[in-house]
C-alpha cells in the first residue's frame, strides 16, 4: 500500500487518460491519492474527482504564486469547500519568490489568512515553499501552524530546518527529487528524518523521479520515491510503504 500525499490529477495533462493513469497507480499499490487544487479551476475539478473515486481526497487553498488574484470571495468559498468530508487538508499555501507575480508583502499576508483559516477549520496545512523557506518557518511559528500541523510538501530545505518543521507538527514529504543524481539535500533529510515523520508524494505532473526525469509525472511513479527513501534508510520496502501510508491516514483522518 502506497499513498500519494500531493498529486495534480486535475491537471490539463491528464485530461486524455486520467483513467488509465489510476489504473496505473492501483497496479503497482497506490491505495489512496491527494490531489491538491490551489485556484478556482483546479479546486473544481478537485471537488469532482473527489466526488467520482473513492480513494481519492481532497487539499484546496490558494497558491502563493496566483495572491495577488485571491478575493476575500474566494476565501469565502473555499472555506465552505472544506466542509466536504473528503477534503483533508488545506493548501498548498505559503511563499514563492521564485516568481514575481505576487509582491512578497501579498503572498505573506495570503499567507497568514489561510494558515489562521485552516486552524478555523481544523485542518492540517500543505506548505509549498519556493526561494522562500527562512520566511515560511518565521510565519509558520508567528501564526502558531502547529496547532494543526500538515506538510512540508516536496521538502527541499536542509536537515536542521526539517527538524524545525517537524517540531512545529509537521510532516516531511519528498517526492520525485530524491531519485535525482546529484541531490543531495534530499537525500540527506530521507536519511535523518525518522520514518513516523515521512510522507512520499508525486507532484504530478510535475517532478518525475528518475528514470522519468523530464517527462510528466503520475501517482504510480511514487513507488519509485519510496524504493529510493527505503534504500537510503536501509529498511525493507513494506516497511516504509506501510510506514508512510500510515503516517498519512493519521495526519489526514482517514480510517
Not at 487539499?59 to 474566494?74: K, L, M, Q, S
Not at 515553499?129 to 508567528?142: F, G, H, P, S
Amino acid at each position: 500500500m502506497l499513498f500519494d500525499t500531493h498529486a495534480h490529477l486535475n491537471a490539463a495533462d491528464f485530461t486524455d487518460d486520467l483513467e488509465e493513469v489510476i489504473e496505473r497507480a492501483g497496479n503497482v499499490g497506490v491505495s489512496d491519492i491527494v490531489v491538491v487544487g490551489f485556484d478556482r479551476p483546479t479546486i473544481e475539478r478537485t471537488m469532482e474527482l473527489v466526488e467520482k473515486y473513492d480513494h481519492i481526497y481532497g487539499c484546496i487553498g490558494w497558491h502563493p504564486v496566483d495572491a495577488v488574484d485571491c478575493t476575500e470571495e474566494d476565501l469565502q468559498w473555499i472555506e465552505q469547500l472544506c466542509k466536504h468530508p473528503k477534503i483533508v487538508a488545506y493548501g498548498e499555501i505559503g511563499l514563492d519568490y521564485h516568481w514575481d507575480k505576487s509582491p512578497k508583502d501579498v503572498q505573506q499576508r495570503l499567507f497568514r489568512k489561510q494558515i489562521r483559516l485552516a486552524k478555523k477549520l481544523r485542518l492540517p496545512i500543505a506548505i509549498h515553499t519556493r526561494d522562500a523557506m527562512e520566511d515560511t518557518v518565521t510565519i509558520l511559528k508567528e501564526e502558531h501552524a502547529e496547532e494543526v500541523g500538515g506538510i512540508m510538501h516536496c521538502f527541499s530545505g536542509s536537515v536542521e530546518t526539517a527538524r524545525e518543521c517537524m517540531k512545529m507538527n509537521f510532516y516531511i514529504s519528498l517526492g520525485g527529487p530524491v531519485t535525482f543524481k546529484n541531490a543531495k539535500r534530499p537525500k540527506a533529510v530521507a536519511k535523518e528524518v525518522p520514518l513516523d515523520r515521512i510522507l512520499i508524494e508525486t507532484d504530478c505532473p510535475y517532478l518525475a523521479p528518475h528514470p522519468y526525469r523530464g517527462k510528466r509525472n503520475e501517482p504510480a511513479y511514487v513507488k519509485l520515491v519510496a524504493e529510493q527513501i527505503a534504500d537510503i534508510k536501509g529498511v525493507p520496502f513494506k516497511e516504509l510503504a506501510e510506514a508512510t501510508t500510515k503516517n498519512a491516514k493519521l495526519l489526514f483522518g482517514i480510517e
